[in-house]
């Protein structure tokens, strides 16, 4: 894991001890689509009651986790970044 630090959390915007956590691309696929994360917090620091609030969703809904990666494949999260980016572009223009 990367290194720890006073620093605001990527998630909830609070400053404190925050560290860049370890999930899953699948993880972090699933978050984003169930829309618990922003797209901005995929692999930044965050701090720990993010952390455990985000894996406490992943393990009581470990059953949807997997209809969900079922369903849309292993690449979730490479898709899921690209839609919300093709969603910025039209609300830009």
Not at 7 to 36: I, P, T
Not at 70 to 89: D, Q
């Amino acid at each position: 894991m990367a290194t720890t630090g006073i620093e605001s959390c990527a998630n909830c915007g609070s400053d404190g001890k925050c560290r860049r956590r370890d999930f899953s691309e699948q993880a972090w696929g699933v978050l984003l689509l169930w829309k618990e994360v922003q797209v901005s917090t995929v692999d930044q620091a965050i701090c720990d009651g993010c952390y455990n609030e985000l894996r406490e969703v992943l393990i009581d809904r470990a059953d949807e986790v997997e209809e969900t990666l079922a369903e849309h494949g292993p690449g979730l999260l490479s898709a899921m970044k690209e839609e919300i980016a093709s969603n910025k572009e039209r609300k830009a223009s």
